[in-house]
């Protein structure tokens, strides 16, 4: 994340205190990160998933699915139809 960087050290620093009114330790990410759940992951996926999904290419796009296909595959839940037909060099 380069936190180890003067400036984005600082950055942060800022960030956290006009969020939280002060500096987290990293203790207090630990113990966060801990409480999480199978049924916290479950949740935070199935509403990601009832969203249309963004698709991004880089370099060599001709092997991308058309947008309609990927919002299709995820709506489903088929995402193996996408690795099926060779798609994102699976």
């Not at 999480?36 to 969203?51: Q, V, W, Y």
């Not at 880089?58 to 037909?85: F, N």
Request: glycine share 6%.
């Amino acid at each position: 994340m380069n936190l180890e960087v003067r400036p984005v050290m600082f950055e942060d620093l800022a960030r956290q205190v006009l969020r939280h009114g002060y500096r987290r330790k990293p203790s207090e990410y630990v113990e966060r990160i801990d409480r999480i759940t199978n049924k916290d992951i479950k949740r935070i996926a199935e509403r990601m998933l009832l969203k249309h999904p963004s698709v991004v290419g880089y370099g060599d796009v001709k092997r991308i699915p058309r947008y309609e296909l990927v919002d299709k595959c995820v709506a489903k839940r088929q995402l193996g139809e996408l690795k099926s037909k060779g798609f994102f060099g699976f």
